[in-house]
């Protein structure tokens, strides 16, 4: 098989694959639109310092079908994300493997240690994933919230992010975040964007926020001791900056289920079940000695003066 990384050459391929992939980063998929886009793959040819890569594996008979894989990675970052993989036809197929392999070996040279990847639990494509040393490690849930939200009179306390509450949201993110899920997705690597809502002084919500042409995706982080958590949201989307006529989505992991209470309230549509799967990433590196052990390396004993014998000298 042909593995290597995506040109101009590709273009007709990608363009009969646009409408035949399978997505794993739904932030971009519902901002953006569940579309392979043909720019995003030339510029990870001409310029792959945008942090966008995308692989082909060609079988070498010819025979079967090509895949195309594309990943995100920031510079300097721990964390990559897998984009998509097409054509659905052929994931079932060995070579995907292959091509899943080769990204790993990508990304890992450029400093990742984990790969990411967003899939419905009961999909064919779940088990692919975990046959490819994938794992899951947290569930979430996409809600799409209602167009008709009621206005309310009183004054929203929530407000713009600023750098000064950046360690109060750290503490918040620490609170309610499992370590586990820490591992992989620090908030400290992460350039915050979204709303702060605060109780006397003391912060009880971050929503993290990211905006796209098709919608607004909306990460809270609500603190458990607020009240009326229907209120709380309801009061985030009518003061969403710049919302115009897009639809949001709350993405709700498991470890703040209970949010999913407040958003039936309101109304919002609930997506299926999915599984955040991760893949951790190492390199294998010979380890050199720092020193050498002549008795052991070369079969010589060491000259030494014995023990007994030095307690007889210091008797003396």
């Not at 790969?115 to 040393?133: D, I, K, M, Y």
């Not at 994938?134 to 309310?152: C, E, G, K, L, N």
Request: aromatic letters at 10%; proline letters at 5%; a negative charge.
């Amino acid at each position: 098989m042909n593995l290597r990384q995506f040109d101009w050459r590709d273009l007709p391929l990608l363009l009969r694959y646009r409408h035949r992939g399978i997505f794993f980063d739904y932030a971009s998929v519902l901002t953006r639109g569940e579309i392979l886009v043909p720019s995003r793959a030339m510029l990870s040819y001409f310029a792959s310092t945008i942090g966008v890569y995308t692989y082909l594996c060609t079988p070498e008979d010819k025979q079967g079908e090509t895949l195309l894989g594309q990943v995100t990675h920031g510079q300097g970052k721990q964390l990559a994300h897998l984009s998509f993989l097409a054509p659905v036809t052929a994931l079932d197929d060995d070579n995907l493997f292959a091509l899943l392999d080769h990204i790993v070996q990508q990304i890992g040279k450029r400093g990742a240690f984990h790969l990411l990847a967003e899939v419905e639990e009961r999909s064919p494509t779940f088990e692919n994933l975990r046959q490819a040393g994938f794992a899951q490690y947290v569930h979430q849930r996409i809600w799409q919230s209602p167009t008709d939200i009621q206005q309310t009179e009183s004054q929203s306390q929530w407000r713009d992010i600023t750098s000064q509450d950046a360690i109060a949201v750290r503490s918040l993110y620490d609170m309610l975040v499992p370590a586990l899920v820490q591992q992989v997705e620090s908030l400290l690597n992460k350039r915050m964007k979204g709303l702060v809502y605060y109780v006397d002084d003391e912060l009880m919500a971050y929503a993290e926020i990211r905006y796209g042409q098709q919608g607004i995706w909306v990460k809270p982080f609500i603190h458990p001791d607020i009240r009326d958590i229907t209120e709380l949201v309801r009061d985030l989307l009518i003061n969403l900056p710049n919302r115009h006529s897009r639809p949001v989505y709350f993405c709700i992991r498991s470890y703040q289920s209970w949010l999913e209470n407040a958003l039936e309230d309101l109304q919002a549509d609930p997506g299926p079940m999915q599984v955040v799967m991760v893949k951790h990433l190492a390199v294998a590196k010979k380890v050199r000695n720092s020193f050498a052990i002549p008795n052991l390396e070369s079969g010589t004993q060491e000259i030494t003066t014995p023990f007994v014998n030095s307690e007889r000298q210091n008797s003396i």
